[in-house]
């Protein structure tokens, strides 16, 4: 699982930052293991504390400001503050055969209007027989409901006001004949806070079980579970503290909670599946984990880091509550991915050994013995995996089929995942509302109750709302505007009509002919709104539509609006980041196309089973209708990052086996059974663990979850592993090719520190010339054009012919400026090309007559241009002489030579060079330099 970018050029970063950087890190966090877990339970401990005694709860209602509807919410909460706000409702249906405006319903009723009033923030209370606009009496005289307006938000309603209102609707009950059914519901209990159930623990185990068998030691399969519900737990506290400050929706800590519980699990499982093999390849357990967290631990963070701009990417919908929902998300992700690569270095450093099968070890204590020394025995390379051998095979089989026929293969996927998408074009949204509550929930009762006896508009009401303040006939002018209201297609009744008290405002209350998720109803607010400029020139009056129904279409509206351009940034993120990796066209396209599918068949399962109602019983939907609303762009935001992590963690072994010389069929198939088994355990883990939210989940959570399985699995299991292998089984070698005008252009990402492994790898190479300053090994330069073994000793001058081709691209190599095709050279200690900013910040590149200016930055080596015929004798003295004084002050500064590479033929460099460098040419024999006692020369 590693990507190597070995071979292209280096023109824009040192790729060994991020590996370096996490080495030390690694290192540093299995010495002071007892320290880091310390800090991490110490953080845990505060914020817990912090979350308990200052959470205000995560229950924001969701709105845009900004909008029409909540712009005149606005408005009405200080000039009509009797119907803004939020409300509840209290629906009283009469046993059977009795009359609702009898006794002794009716004085039951205004007995508990009464009661009402008096609760604390309730601004006003409608009901049938109220002295003024009085309301809510049933066409069949069967049912009354009571309305109960609220001051603030939903998330505003105070305990004691809730309570009271369950305490009047018991007591109508109890005081009303039996037979009589009461119940209690509204906006306020719309929505449900979402909780834990059993249900999550299921994906847990099953994680776990695959944890095991992956790893192969309940030590190494429990690290990851622990480490993730510490992350989880901080993630989760932390955002509970926050609202203290912020206000988030009831679905920010569940997204978080599923988000870091599954990326955190996978994030941990990469860095100890890498520990674990490189011990039972003789690696010291520190350096080991060092190792792990710089290599696997650099794809970790390249990894988490997609999810988070992804989520992050969510603002630009503009949308404050999808806003916080995505940084609140992103930060337990990235919280995930700190922990991972710190706790888990520490964790792993208290394992031990221990982290492997007993079996395991006593095989490297054996190798150790027969070596004589424990700390460096290496031993015979062995699997690392529990079942290697027949996951070979397997995945070995799988990868032979799919590539067998691979532009058949291709057509079946590109099939079945088109069929897969269809139901996504049938998608509608909206904000979730009573509805969509399990069946025996009081607010669900209430709602289809008012549905029954008042009809389906009754539960999605709309409000008219304007200032009448230069009307002389306030009460007439509300009459004629709700004769012109009751006239718009899709209105059922218009119930009341009526200035304030200040008679500066007024308001109409209009009932739609369908439920606020119906189309038609949506298409009634857009007719209020067209007949805005119609009525304000024959009333003088600027009508706002507004109410619960009202802002939940602008917010649904609005959010699919915003899918374009999130879904523009997604795939153009998606297309960069990958040809940064890969150094590929074809690479990144298929990988984005294959998103695009998995998001199709999201999509489309999420419609079959919450639109449709496709295995509703099954997966315990408990009503059908449209979609959440901010569900799809959270979905791709998400998708996106888990699917280029799949894409990262395949492809990259498949690249590797490329760069390594093997051909392309070969490269896949290598590269498959080496990576599939991994991703295979990551994506069932995270399949397991969203799946796990379904079941039993709240209605805002559970259709994410759904939506976030069916992705991870198709994205996983058909587009990684089937369509991948096959796209690239058609695109041969072509698939690893890339303008070399985008090259230079693309800033080079060592997804998971290929740069410091072979850093790593050839630390003391080459043998057989330990003091060499440039050594190369079967390098070859574009073109296909071979250079000679090179061997160049501190205070020798490498002189290039500058009539052959291959000289000013070999200097432009050696100072850290130009790329190589494959090979190995080292300059000055540094592997190239991973190190060759390090390499071009050391070395300079100079026409000969600006020796002397270059030579005060105090370079390692030095790159001299312009030698030849042309040259005056005066400009050569001045060369020879700022050379000579420079090697002399290196030498006594340093202790070494200076190097120098130079352009010409040896006949014109011997003009310039002074006697402390002594001339040497690519492919020449070992030679004495008697002028500089010198004996090491180049070999060719």
Not at 468 to 479: A, F
Not at 850 to 868: C, F, M, N, Q, S
């Amino acid at each position: 699982m590693s990507v190597s970018i070995r071979f292209s050029t280096s023109m824009h970063a040192n790729k060994g930052h991020m590996s370096s950087f996490l080495y030390t890190l690694g290192t540093w966090a299995a010495k002071a293991r007892w320290l880091v877990l310390s800090l991490w339970l110490l953080v845990l401990a505060g914020l817990g504390a912090g979350a308990i005694f200052f959470s205000q709860g995560a229950n924001a209602p969701i709105t845009i400001p900004g909008t029409e509807s909540q712009a005149a919410l606005e408005t009405l909460r200080s000039t009509f503050p009797e119907v803004s706000g939020t409300s509840a409702q209290i629906i009283v249906v009469a046993a059977e055969g009795d009359d609702i405006e009898s006794e002794p319903y009716r004085q039951a009723l205004i007995d508990a209007a009464d009661d009402l009033e008096g609760l604390p923030n309730v601004t006003a209370v409608a009901y049938p027989f109220a002295e003024q606009a009085a309301q809510g009496l049933a066409d069949d005289g069967q049912a009354a409901l009571i309305t109960i307006q609220i001051q603030g938000t939903m998330d505003q309603v105070p305990d004691a006001l809730d309570e009271g209102i369950r305490d009047t609707s018991a007591g109508l009950q109890e005081a009303l004949p039996d037979g009589t059914q009461t119940s209690v519901g509204g906006e306020i209990y719309s929505a449900e806070v979402p909780g834990l159930s059993p249900t999550e623990a299921v994906g847990v185990i099953i994680a776990f079980i695959v944890l095991v068998l992956t790893l192969g030691s309940l030590i190494a399969a429990g690290m990851p579970l622990l480490i993730a519900l510490i992350g989880v737990g901080i993630s989760v506290a932390g955002i509970f503290f926050v609202t203290a400050f912020v206000e988030l929706t009831s679905t920010t800590p569940m997204l978080a909670l599923m988000l870091g519980l599954a990326v955190g699990i996978d994030y941990t499982l990469f860095i100890v599946s890498r520990h674990q093999e490189q011990l039972l390849n003789g690696v010291p357990v520190t350096e080991s984990i060092a190792r792990a967290t710089a290599t696997s631990g650099s794809a970790v963070v390249f990894a988490g880091l997609t999810v988070v701009i992804a989520l992050v990417g969510l603002s630009v919908a503009g949308i404050p509550f999808l806003t916080a929902l995505g940084v609140a998300a992103a930060a337990a992700v990235a919280l995930s991915v700190v922990i991972a690569v710190t706790l888990t270095p520490a964790i792993l450093a208290m394992a031990g050994p221990k982290i492997l099968r007993k079996k395991e070890r006593r095989r490297i204590a054996a190798a150790a013995a027969s070596a004589g020394d424990v700390e460096t025995a290496t031993g015979e390379a062995q699997p690392s995996l529990v079942g290697s051998r027949f996951s070979d095979r397997f995945f070995g089989r799988w990868v032979k089929v799919v590539t067998a026929k691979p532009l058949i293969t291709s057509v079946l996927v590109l099939i079945v995942l088109g069929i897969a998408t269809v139901p996504a074009l049938q998608l509608r949204l909206a904000l979730p509302n009573a509805s969509g509550l399990e069946e025996n929930d009081p607010a669900r009762v209430t709602y289809e109750l008012t549905a029954e006896h008042f009809g389906e508009g009754a539960n999605g009401p709309l409000v008219l709302a304007g200032s009448i303040i230069t009307s002389t006939d306030p009460l007439g002018l509300m009459e004629d505007l709700a004769d012109e209201v009751r006239a718009v297609p899709g209105v059922a009744d218009v119930p009341l009509a009526t200035p304030n008290q200040g008679a500066d405002t007024g308001i109409i209350q209009v009932v739609p002919e369908e439920g606020p998720h119906a189309a038609s109803t949506g298409q009634l607010v857009h007719g209020l709104r067209d007949k805005h400029d119609e009525w304000q020139e024959r009333y003088g009056v600027s009508l706002s539509v507004t109410g619960f129904t009202a802002v939940g279409i602008d917010v649904s509206e609005l959010l699919f609006k915003a899918l374009i351009p999130f879904s523009v940034l997604v795939v153009g993120l998606s297309l960069i980041l990958l040809a940064m990796v890969f150094r590929s066209v074809w690479v990144p396209i298929k990988a984005t196309l294959g998103y695009l599918l998995s998001v199709g068949a999201a999509f489309g399962a999420v419609v079959a089973v919450f639109q449709w109602g496709w295995l509703g019983d099954a997966l315990n939907v408990h009503a059908t209708g449209p979609i959440l609303s901010f569900m799809p762009i959270i979905l791709m935001g998400v998708l996106f990052g888990l699917a280029m992590d799949y894409e990262v963690f395949l492809v990259s072994r498949i690249r590797e086996e490329v760069v390594h010389g093997a051909d392309s069929q070969a490269a896949i198939h290598r590269g498959f059974v080496g990576s599939g088994k991994v991703v295979s355990a990551a994506a069932i883990i995270m399949f397991a663990v969203f799946a796990a939210f379904v079941p039993q989940g709240d209605p805002s959570i559970k259709v994410i979850a759904l939506g976030l399985a069916v992705g991870v699995f198709v994205d996983a299991f058909i587009v990684r592993m089937v369509l991948v292998p096959a796209i690239l089984s058609l695109l041969g070698d072509r698939a690893w090719r890339m303008p070399r005008w985008l090259d230079r252009l693309l800033p080079h990402f060592d997804v998971e520190g290929e740069g410091l492994t072979r850093e790593i790898t050839y630390a003391e190479w080459p043998a057989d010339d330990p003091a060499a300053v440039v050594a190369s090994e079967r390098l070859v330069m574009p073109g296909n054009r071979a250079v000679p073994e090179l061997r160049v000793q501190a205070g020798e001058a490498l002189v290039l012919d500058p009539a052959d081709p291959v000289s000013e691209p070999l200097a432009r190599v050696l100072s850290g400026r130009g790329q190589v095709s494959r090979g190995t050279l080292k300059v000055h200690g540094l592997l190239q090309p991973d190190r060759a900013a390090t390499l071009r910040k050391r070395s300079a590149w100079v026409p000969v007559t600006h020796i002397r200016e270059a030579t005060k930055d105090r370079p390692d080596l030095l790159v001299i241009t312009g030698v030849g015929p042309a040259l005056s004798g005066r400009d050569a003295e001045h060369a020879h002489g700022a050379l000579a004084a420079w090697a002399i002050e290196r030498e006594r500064a340093t202790g070494k030579a200076p190097t120098v590479i130079i352009v010409a033929d040896v006949a014109q460099a011997t003009r310039v060079l002074p006697r402390a460098l002594s001339p040497v040419t690519p492919g020449a024999p070992n030679h004495e330099h008697a002028a500089a006692g010198m004996s090491k020369g180049v070999r060719s």
